[in-house]
């Protein structure tokens, strides 16, 4: 006796003996998240535009003075304040010094102060907030009424008294941004780890004898990555905004060393003199440089974010 089999049909839009693939990213899109955040920070047209200003910039600051030779360090009173020509194409500052090669320079200690302070507060906010977020109870309410209490404390008036005191200099500043701008993670990072630590995962971890820094190193802190990285570079940029500012007030590193607000401070002396090279290239650089920090945080929020409810 013979049985007919059903005839199994090609896949609609297929060719006869060709299954469907799937895309991996549809069947398991946590198996591979950085792909899900890279691609979709690359659709943020102003993302991209952001890091390319970040990258630009690192390539002017650090990469041009390869190329590009001044003197940064001894005064020519001969040649100051001239305007931009063949020798000096941004001109030169009241002392002598070649304004371009003076922006580079100034750029050097501006993003390394920066990211600097940036590194230093996530890396103490991420402890502080996961060691509070996981412990709970009173350790969790102790540690945040230290955080409420820092941050009643006016920044830019701590930074000025601290000036005042020591004398300013890029490890100083680091250690002071840093050690200021912290309170923000801990914040984010304790909220975050307070929702994980429920997790079934984390329970699991526990009853099978996961002890606490297990726990907090090997599975809190990975999962609150993406908001580490995001609120990272609002460090950087917020960082860059306080030196500005405190080098606009004089309390900046002395020379012959130099930062971005500390030339646009100086250039405000002579702005009804007509000297806009002084003022402009500065403050220019300062909000090109921000403005990169901030559509890069916002690109990776919206990609740290969609991975999120993808994994959900």
């Known amino acids: 006796m013979t049985v007919d089999l059903p005839e199994q049909t090609?896949?609609?839009?297929?060719?006869?003996?060709?299954?469907?693939?799937?895309?991996?990213?549809?069947?398991?899109?946590s198996a591979r998240p950085a792909r899900v955040v890279l691609r979709t920070f690359a659709e943020n047209k102003l993302a991209v535009l952001g890091?390319?200003?970040?990258?630009?910039?690192?390539?002017?600051?650090f990469g041009a003075p390869l190329v590009y030779h001044t003197d940064q360090v001894h005064t020519d009173l001969a040649n100051q304040t001239l305007p931009p020509g063949a020798g000096h194409p941004l001109g030169t500052d009241q002392v002598g010094y070649d304004e371009l090669g003076r922006l580079m320079l100034g750029g050097q200690t501006s993003l390394e102060i920066a990211?600097?302070?940036?590194?230093?507060?996530?890396?103490?906010?991420?402890?502080?907030?996961?060691?509070?977020?996981?412990?709970?109870?009173?350790v969790d309410s102790l540690m945040m009424r230290i955080v409420d209490s820092v941050m009643s404390?006016?920044?830019?008036?701590?930074?000025?008294?601290?000036a005042t005191v020591f004398r300013p200099s890029v490890t100083m500043l680091i250690l002071v941004l840093g050690?200021?701008?912290?309170?923000?993670?801990?914040?984010?990072?304790?909220?975050?780890?307070?929702?994980?630590?429920t997790r079934d995962y984390i329970q699991a971890v526990r009853v099978m004898g996961g002890r606490g820094p297990r726990v907090i190193f090997r599975h809190l802190v990975p999962n609150v990555i993406g908001t580490i990285v995001v609120n990272a570079t609002f460090q950087v940029a917020d960082a860059i905004l306080?030196?500005?500012?405190?080098?606009?007030?004089?309390?900046?590193?002395p020379p012959p060393a130099a930062n971005w607000g500390g030339m646009l401070?100086?250039?405000?002396?002579?702005?009804?003199?007509?000297?806009?090279?002084?003022?402009?290239p500065s403050g220019i650089a300062i909000i090109l440089t921000v403005l990169s920090f901030n559509l890069i945080g916002d690109g990776l929020r919206d990609a740290v974010g969609l991975r999120a409810q993808r994994r959900l």
């Open 115 to 138: 990211l600097g302070a940036a590194i230093v507060a996530i890396v103490v906010g991420v402890l502080w907030g996961t060691i509070a977020g996981y412990c709970g109870g009173l």
């Open 153 to 162: 404390i006016p920044a830019l008036f701590l930074l000025m008294f601290l």
């Open 10 to 29: 090609p896949a609609a839009g297929l060719p006869t003996g060709e299954l469907p693939i799937a895309d991996p990213d549809e069947l398991s899109p």
């Open 51 to 61: 890091m390319l200003l970040f990258v630009g910039m690192v390539l002017f600051c």
């Open 265 to 280: 401070s100086d250039g405000l002396n002579y702005t009804y003199s007509g000297f806009w090279w002084l003022i402009y």
């Open 242 to 253: 306080a030196i500005a500012a405190i080098s606009f007030l004089g309390l900046g590193i």
């Open 179 to 197: 050690l200021l701008a912290w309170l923000a993670p801990a914040r984010l990072v304790r909220g975050e780890t307070l929702s994980l630590r």
